[in-house]
């Protein structure tokens, strides 16, 4: 199912290179494709946050989460300046 224009399918490519990987590793990547996926305008920077919050675990690390943010703001600068 994809809502609000999330692309299930690359979801879907990268939960299965996420099985071969230790949990840490996997939930990294996940947050990885998150971003992307923000960068590819697929999904809304709330999606963005909900998501990576769902990702981490119950008692994530706050510093991964302000990792994941400041990349999330690095590719909304990068997108404003291109829209220059």
Not at 11 to 39: F, N, T, Y
Not at 57 to 78: M, N, R, W
């Amino acid at each position: 199912m994809s809502t609000h224009g999330v692309d299930d399918r690359d979801d879907a490519r990268s939960q299965g290179s996420q099985d071969d990987l230790p949990p840490k590793q996997a939930m990294a990547q996940s947050c990885l494709v998150i971003i992307e996926q923000r960068h590819r305008n697929a999904i809304t920077t709330a999606q963005v946050i909900l998501s990576i919050l769902k990702a981490l675990p119950e008692k994530g690390s706050i510093a991964a989460f302000t990792c994941y943010v400041e990349q999330l703001a690095e590719v909304k600068h990068d997108q404003a300046i291109a829209l220059i």
